[in-house]
C-alpha cells in the first residue's frame, strides 16, 4: 500500500468518514446493526412473515392481528418448527390497560389413553414419532383468543397472506431446505408425507418454490367458520379418524373440551429490571431461577466470554435444572411451588451450593431436547407488544399428517414420564411439561424488551444470557442475539427423568465459536468438561421499546433466515 494511500485512510480515520462496515467492534464475533422505526416492528425467524406482519400492521391491524399472520405464515413457509399441529403460549403487552396478560395454549393428552397401556406394551418412555405422542394442538384456539381479546381486522384480513402464498407458492428458504432434507428422509414413508411436502416425490431444495393448497384451503375455513372447524367441526373430525386408524387415541370428544388458558405471568427483578415469564406446565420460571442467583455475582462489563462468567453460568444451570426435572408440571396435576422456586430467599440458598473455583459432581447428566420451534415479536405504534412461540416439537412434528390439510401433529406427549412416581407422569386430559417460553421484560412499569430464543431445553438458558448480555455487559438487542452462546449439557435436562442428586456424572460444557482455547483450558483446569455444539443454541428476536425517543430497536440473529423489519 503507498504512502499517499495510507494517508488518506489516516484521514478518513479521523473524520469518520470510513463506511460502517469498516468499523471495528471489538468482537470475535459478527453483528450488524439493530432496525429501528417508530411506528411498528415486526421481528421473525422468516422474511416474508415479518413482511406479511408489516403488511398488516399498515393496514390497521394491531400487533397481535400481525403475530397471527406471521404465524400462520410460518406454519406454511417453516414447517420443520411450526404450524397448527402444534401449541403457542404468548406475553401480550397491552397499551390500553399497561398490563400484561399471558396466554397458555397447550393442549392435553387423549382421555382415552392411559398410563396402563404404556406399562402394559412395556414401554419406558412415549415414542417421539407415530399417533401416540399426539396431544391436542392448542395453536388455532390460541389465534382466536388472542384475537378475540386484542384484534382489530377479521380472521379473514389476517389469514389472507399465509392462504395466498400457500395457493401461489413462496421460495424455500437455505436453513428451512436443510432441515426439510432431513425431515424428508425420516418421514418419506408416513402417511401423506410424500404428498404435502415432497412435491415430485422430491425433498425440497433451497429456492424451490413450494405449493401447499391444502393447507390454504384449512386456513380458508378457519377464516369462515372460526376456531370451532378445528375443534367441533371437519378438521376435528379428520384428525381424530387419521389417528385412531394409525392406531392412536385423539377422539372428537378431546379436541371439543379443548381451552386455551389466560394466566399471570410470574417476574423476578434482576438489577432494576423486571423480568417476566409464564408459569408451568412450562419451563419459563427456570430462567427466573437463575437469574436469582446470578444476581448474588458481580459481572463486570468486559466478562462475557470469560471462564469466571461460563463456570459460575454452568452451575447455576445445573442447579436449576434439578429442580425443574422434580418440580414442573402441569399445574391441574400437581402443586408447583413457584413463589418458592423463584423466591430470592431460595436462591440465596442454592447459591451457596456453587463453588467459585471447582466445577460440583452432584447434579446429573441430562438429553438435551430438540431445537424445533419458531418465535418471534410484533410492536404496533399504538404500543401494544406480544412475544409469541410456537411450535410442533421434535424435528418437524410426529410424522402423523392427516389427509387433505395442509400439516403435521406435534408429538409433545414425548414429553410425559412413564414413572408413576414423577410430576410429569402421562394421565388423561394433561398438558405435558412443554419447552417452548415467550419471555418479556418490564423496567418502572412500561416496556423494555418483549423476546425469546428458540431452542428447546435451551431456552431458559438463552433467556438468561439475553438478559445479562443486555443488563449486565452493555450490549444492544442485535448484540445480545449474535454474541457467542453457552449450553450445558447436564444437570438433570431430562423432565421424564428423576433428579438424581449426588456423585451422579457430571455434564458437558458446550460454546459456540468466538470464546478462545484460553478459556476452554481454564474451564478444563476447573474440573468441566468443554465442548463444541452445532445447531443447539437457538435462534432468537427482541423488540425494545425506547420510551424518550419513542422508536422500537428490532433485532433478529444470523442463526435463523429471518429478519427484523419496521415502518
Known amino acids: 500500500m503507498n504512502r499517499r494511500l495510507l494517508l488518506l485512510l489516516a484521514l478518513a480515520f479521523s473524520l469518520q468518514l470510513l463506511p460502517a462496515q469498516d468499523r471495528i467492534t ?28 408489516i403488511d398488516i400492521l399498515k393496514k390497521g391491524g394491531t400487533a397481535i392481528d400481525a403475530a397471527i399472520a406471521a404465524n400462520a405464515c410460518l406454519g406454511l413457509m417453516e414447517p420443520t418448527g411450526s404450524g397448527i399441529g402444534g401449541d403457542l403460549f404468548a406475553i401480550v403487552w397491552d397499551a390500553k390497560t399497561k398490563k ?106 433451497k429456492g424451490d418454490i413450494f405449493q401447499n393448497p391444502d393447507l390454504a384451503k384449512t386456513y380458508r375455513l378457519l377464516a369462515e367458520k372460526g376456531r370451532d372447524a378445528y375443534y367441533k367441526g371437519p378438521i376435528a373430525q379428520t384428525i381424530a379418524q387419521f389417528i385412531q386408524e394409525q392406531g392412536g387415541f385423539l377422539s372428537t370428544e378431546d379436541f371439543a373440551a379443548h381451552t386455551s388458558e389466560w394466566v399471570e405471568p410470574v417476574s423476578v427483578n434482576y438489577r432494576g429490571y423486571d423480568v417476566w415469564e409464564l408459569p408451568p406446565n412450562g419451563q419459563g420460571i427456570a430462567a427466573l431461577q437463575m437469574l436469582n442467583i446470578l444476581e448474588g455475582f458481580e459481572f463486570k462489563p468486559d466478562e462475557h466470554g470469560t471462564a469466571r462468567y461460563i463456570h459460575l453460568f454452568s452451575e447455576t444451570k445445573r442447579l436449576v435444572y434439578e429442580d425443574r426435572a422434580r418440580y414442573y408440571t402441569d399445574p391441574a396435576f400437581g402443586n408447583v411451588p413457584v413463589d418458592d422456586l423463584i423466591s430470592k430467599t431460595y436462591a440465596d440458598q442454592r447459591r451457596q451450593l456453587i463453588n467459585p473455583n ?77 419447552t417452548i417460553i415467550p419471555a418479556f421484560v418490564t423496567k418502572d412499569g412500561e416496556p423494555f424488551l418483549s423476546f425469546g430464543v428458540m431452542g428447546g431445553d435451551f431456552q431458559p438458558l438463552g433467556h438468561v444470557q439475553i438478559i445479562q448480555n443486555i443488563i449486565d455487559f452493555g450490549m444492544n438487542v442485535q448484540e445480545a442475539g449474535d454474541a457467542p452462546r453457552i449450553d450445558y449439557a447436564g444437570g438433570n435436562s431430562d423432565p421424564t427423568g428423576e433428579a438424581t442428586g449426588e456423585n451422579s456424572e457430571r455434564g458437558r460444557i458446550l460454546i459456540e465459536s468466538g470464546i478462545g482455547y484460553e478459556v476452554v483450558r481454564q474451564l478444563m483446569q476447573m474440573g468441566h468438561q468443554v465442548g463444541f455444539g452445532l445447531g443447539g443454541y437457538g ?29
Open 100 to 205: 400484561l396478560y399471558g396466554l397458555n395454549a397447550s393442549g392435553r393428552s387423549p382421555q382415552n389413553l392411559s398410563l396402563a397401556y404404556f406399562q402394559e406394551k412395556g414401554l419406558t418412555g412415549i415414542p417421539a414419532y407415530g399417533p401416540l405422542p399426539v396431544t391436542v394442538p392448542g395453536a388455532v384456539d390460541g389465534w382466536f383468543q388472542l384475537h378475540k381479546r386484542f384484534g382489530k381486522l377479521s380472521m379473514a384480513e389476517v389469514l389472507q397472506p399465509a392462504t395466498q402464498y400457500a395457493e401461489t407458492g413462496f421460495p424455500v428458504t437455505e436453513l428451512i431446505a436443510y432441515y426439510l432434507q432431513l425431515s424428508s428422509r425420516r418421514f418419506k414413508d408416513y402417511p401423506n408425507f410424500k404428498s404435502t411436502y415432497m412435491p415430485g416425490g422430491k425433498a425440497l431444495e
Open 539 to 567: 435462534g432468537y428476536q427482541a423488540i425494545r421499546w425506547d420510551p424518550v425517543r419513542r422508536v422500537y430497536f428490532g433485532a433478529s440473529e444470523s442463526r435463523k433466515d429471518g429478519c427484523a423489519i419496521g415502518y
Open 358 to 434: 471447582r466445577a460440583s459432581n452432584k447434579v446429573s447428566a441430562g438429553i438435551p431436547l430438540p431445537d424445533n420451534t419458531i418465535y418471534m415479536t410484533v410492536a404496533d405504534k399504538e404500543g401494544n407488544m406480544i412475544s409469541l412461540i410456537q411450535s410442533n416439537f421434535r424435528g418437524m412434528g410426529s410424522g402423523m399428517v392427516p389427509p387433505g390439510l395442509g400439516f403435521m401433529l406435534q408429538d409433545r406427549g414425548e414429553l410425559f414420564s412413564l414413572d408413576s412416581t414423577h410430576a410429569n407422569v402421562f394421565a388423561p386430559g394433561k398438558r405435558p411439561f412443554h
Open 26 to 53: 471489538g468482537h470475535t464475533w459478527a453483528t450488524r446493526s439493530e432496525v429501528i422505526a417508530q411506528n411498528g416492528m415486526a421481528c421473525t425467524s422468516h422474511p416474508l412473515a415479518s413482511q406479511a406482519a
